[in-house]
Each structure stands twice: as structure tokens, then as C-alpha cells.
């Protein structure tokens, strides 16, 4: 006789894991159908030469940041010296009017008005003629004297205060910049991470600059003063140095002197040449005549690219520029039509 015993059920814990494993698979399944496919090297180029461009930008904002950091803690460093001093200068003052009211009162006579002495502010009393008229003229010269210090000592208190919530503000974007940088490079990276060393040094142009980033490609050349001609405008002197430079790599904030960024490089070849230049893209920009025609263009020229001006480099002739590019690249010459070139300028 056939059994009519029902089916058993399959219990509510196996249920839940078959759910769950299911669910699980259909995810998955769906993620590896919406997954991003690599880039190709063209698309990955794009991206990265644009994050590049990005954090060159981010580069230059640091650079300024960090300049005008630096100037406001020298200020401030020198507010709080003058006003060191100055209390220094202001406690002696004190110290003599004190002198003079103990030898008065070691006599008997000591002067009412040398209460002044417990006062932080003796503008009060020298505003009164009557009290001056009691004071002997060497007393009242040192209240007057103690009273300026006072004022300048205030202001110049007020002044470091103001220069240190600046210094605080410049503290504060020259992270910011900083951090921007570091976002696009990192970001560059993880595009590159998806290509071969070969395919990234073919994307990034490394290839073109003669190797990867480890030698910084200086040792077969030479490390000595450049030859210089006779004449030579500074200009011509200041591509000379650059040149000796050749084969180093980029670095966001570098000034050498293995590493260097675009305005790092032009600003310490113009100073081996004797001319000072300011410290960003921008700021070099203005430090000259500006030169729109490219056929008026003499070697040592700066060159500036792009519309906001973030990117600098030397005239090197023949329609050249010579500089330090970008992250992955080492510094040397390459056509100035490779970048949107705005104006030269033309220094000293």
C-alpha cells in the first residue's frame, strides 16, 4: 500500500541560506555585468593627462600659498621680537621712575605723582598740566617715553594677532592645495595601476623622456657651471643653467636641486643668471614684457601656457620649450605647440 506520508518541508535556517546564497549570486552576476571594462591606453591618456593638468594647477596654488605662508611667519617672527624688545625697553623705563620714588621717599619727600607708577596708562596723567607742573623734567620725559612705548607696544600686539589668524588661513590652504594635489595624483595612479609599466610609461610619456623614475638620468652629464658667451643677455644665461638640469624629474613644490616643478626651475635659473623671480607661473607672468608674436621670441624668454597661466618654461629656440612638464616626466625641450601657449615674457 503507497505511503501518504506528505513531503517533508525543507526547514526555515536552509531556506535562508539558499535566499541568501541566491541573492548573493544574482549581485554578483549584476556587478560583473555593470562593471567598468579597462579604458583603452587612448582613453586612459586622456584621463590622465587631464588629472596631471589638474594637480599642475593645484601645484602653482601651493606654491603660492606656501610662498605667502613663509613671508607671514618671518612678519610674524619679527612682530613678536619688536614687541619683546620693547617691553624690555618699556620695563626699564618703569624701573627708573621706581628708582626715583624710593630715593624720594627714603627722604620724606616723595612726589604724589608718582603714582603713576601703579598705572598702565599714564596718557591719563601727562593730559593734565597741573600734574606735569609737579613732575621734575626728567620724570616727565620718562612718563612721555614710557607712553609711547605703550601705544607702539599695543599696535604692534594687534599687528601680530592679525598676522597670526593669516598665518593660520595660509596654514589651512596650503593643506588644502597640498591634499589637491596629492587626490589627482593618487587618482592617476589608479588608472594607470590597470596598464603594464610599459603601457604606463607610453600613456604617461616617460618613454619619450628616456626611462622610468628611478635615475634621474643626470649621471652622463655634466654637473659644472654652464658655457656661457661673452654678452650673453641674461635670458641666454638663465636657459643655459636650466639646461644643466636636463634629465631631472618633476616634483609638485620642488626647487631642486634634483627634482624641480616649471616655475621652481625657471625661478633658480633666472637666479643663477641675477635676476630675482617671484615664485608661481602667475606671479612670473607679470615680471617682464609680455610677447604675443612667437617669431619675436629670443631663448631664455619665459612661456607661459594655458589660460590661467599654471604652466612655465624657457624659451629654447626653433620653437621649442624648455622645462620641467609634469609628474612622470624629466625635465627637457619639447614643441611649443604641445600646450596652449598664451605669451612670453621678456625679463629685465
Same mark, same amino acid.
Given at each position: 500500500m503507497a505511503s501518504h506520508r506528505r513531503p517533508k518541508q525543507p526547514s526555515r535556517t536552509r531556506v535562508t541560506v539558499?535566499?541568501?546564497?541566491?541573492?548573493?549570486?544574482?549581485?554578483?552576476?549584476?556587478?560583473?555585468?555593470?562593471?567598468?571594462?579597462?579604458?583603452?591606453?587612448?582613453?586612459?591618456? %586622456?584621463?590622465?593627462?587631464?588629472?596631471?593638468?589638474?594637480?599642475?594647477?593645484?601645484?602653482?596654488?601651493?606654491?603660492?600659498?606656501?610662498?605667502?605662508?613663509?613671508?607671514?611667519?618671518?612678519?610674524?617672527?619679527?612682530?613678536?621680537?619688536?614687541?619683546?624688545?620693547?617691553?624690555?625697553?618699556?620695563?626699564?623705563?618703569?624701573?627708573?621712575?621706581?628708582?626715583?620714588?624710593? !630715593?624720594?621717599?627714603?627722604?620724606?619727600?616723595?612726589?604724589?605723582? &608718582?603714582?603713576?607708577?601703579?598705572?598702565?596708562?599714564?596718557?591719563?596723567?601727562?593730559?593734565?598740566?597741573?600734574?606735569?607742573?609737579?613732575?621734575?623734567?626728567?620724570?616727565?620725559?620718562?612718563?612721555?617715553?614710557?607712553?609711547?612705548?605703550?601705544?607702539?607696544?599695543?599696535?604692534?600686539?594687534?599687528?601680530?594677532? !592679525?598676522? &597670526?589668524?593669516?598665518?593660520?588661513?595660509?596654514?589651512?590652504?596650503?593643506?588644502?592645495?597640498?591634499?589637491?594635489?596629492? $587626490?589627482?595624483?593618487?587618482?592617476?595612479?589608479? *588608472?594607470?595601476?590597470?596598464?603594464?609599466?610599459?603601457?604606463?610609461?607610453?600613456?604617461?610619456?616617460?618613454?619619450?623622456?628616456?626611462? $622610468?623614475?628611478?635615475?634621474?638620468?643626470?649621471?652622463?652629464? !655634466?654637473?659644472?657651471?654652464?658655457?656661457?658667451?661673452? +654678452? !650673453?643677455?641674461?635670458?641666454?644665461?638663465?636657459?643655459?643653467?636650466?639646461?644643466?638640469?636636463?634629465?631631472? #624629474? =618633476?616634483?609638485?613644490?620642488?626647487? $631642486?636641486?634634483?627634482? #624641480?616643478?616649471?616655475?621652481?626651475?625657471?625661478? #633658480?635659473? =633666472?637666479?643663477?643668471? +641675477? *635676476?630675482?623671480?617671484? /615664485?608661481?607661473?602667475?606671479?612670473?607672468?607679470?615680471? +617682464?614684457? /609680455?610677447?604675443?608674436?612667437?617669431?619675436?621670441?629670443?631663448?631664455?624668454?619665459?612661456?607661459?601656457? =594655458?589660460?590661467?597661466?599654471?604652466?612655465? $618654461?624657457?624659451?629654447?629656440?626653433?620653437?621649442?620649450?624648455?622645462? %620641467?612638464? /609634469?609628474?612622470? /616626466?624629466? *625635465?627637457?625641450?619639447?614643441?611649443?605647440?604641445?600646450?596652449?601657449?598664451?605669451?612670453?615674457?621678456? *625679463?629685465?
Amino acid at each position: 500500500m503507497a505511503s501518504h506520508r506528505r513531503p517533508k518541508q525543507p526547514s526555515r535556517t536552509r531556506v535562508t541560506v539558499l535566499t541568501a546564497t541566491a541573492a548573493a549570486a544574482v549581485a554578483l552576476t549584476s556587478q560583473a555585468a555593470h562593471a567598468d571594462p579597462k579604458p583603452s591606453k587612448t582613453e586612459a591618456k %586622456a584621463e590622465v593627462d587631464k588629472l596631471y593638468e589638474e594637480a599642475e594647477q593645484a601645484t602653482e596654488k601651493y606654491n603660492g600659498a606656501k610662498e605667502q605662508h613663509e613671508k607671514l611667519e618671518k612678519q610674524v617672527s619679527d612682530l613678536q621680537d619688536k614687541v619683546a624688545r620693547g617691553q624690555e625697553e618699556l620695563n626699564k623705563l618703569r624701573d627708573s621712575l621706581g628708582l626715583m620714588a624710593a !630715593s624720594q621717599y627714603r627722604t620724606g619727600s616723595i612726589d604724589p605723582t &608718582l603714582q603713576l607708577l601703579l598705572t598702565s596708562d599714564p596718557d591719563t596723567y601727562l593730559e593734565k598740566a597741573s600734574t606735569l607742573n609737579q613732575l621734575s623734567a626728567k620724570q616727565a620725559d620718562t612718563l612721555r617715553l614710557i607712553s609711547a612705548k605703550q601705544r607702539t607696544l599695543k599696535q604692534q600686539r594687534e599687528e601680530a594677532a !592679525s598676522k &597670526l589668524a593669516d598665518l593660520e588661513s595660509t596654514r589651512k590652504a596650503l593643506k588644502d592645495h597640498q591634499d589637491e594635489v596629492k $587626490g589627482k595624483l593618487a587618482d592617476a595612479q589608479k *588608472v594607470l595601476n590597470n596598464f603594464t609599466e610599459k603601457e604606463r610609461a607610453e600613456i604617461t610619456g616617460a618613454d619619450k623622456d628616456g626611462g $622610468g623614475s628611478g635615475d634621474n638620468g643626470r649621471a652622463s652629464r !655634466s654637473e659644472s657651471r654652464p658655457n656661457i658667451p661673452a +654678452g !650673453s643677455g641674461r635670458g641666454a644665461a638663465a636657459l643655459a643653467y636650466a639646461k644643466t638640469q636636463e634629465g631631472d #624629474w =618633476y616634483k609638485y613644490g620642488a626647487t $631642486g636641486m634634483t627634482n #624641480w616643478d616649471c616655475s621652481g626651475l625657471t625661478q #633658480w635659473a =633666472y637666479g643663477q643668471a +641675477g *635676476v630675482s623671480l617671484p /615664485r608661481t607661473s602667475q606671479e612670473q607672468a607679470n615680471a +617682464g614684457t /609680455r610677447i604675443y608674436d612667437q617669431s619675436q621670441l629670443q631663448p631664455g624668454d619665459l612661456l607661459i601656457f =594655458y589660460g590661467d597661466q599654471h604652466h612655465v $618654461g624657457l624659451y629654447a629656440g626653433n620653437g621649442m620649450v624648455f622645462h %620641467a612638464p /609634469r609628474t612622470g /616626466r624629466q *625635465v627637457h625641450s619639447e614643441p611649443i605647440s604641445d600646450m596652449p601657449f598664451q605669451f612670453g615674457v621678456r *625679463v629685465g
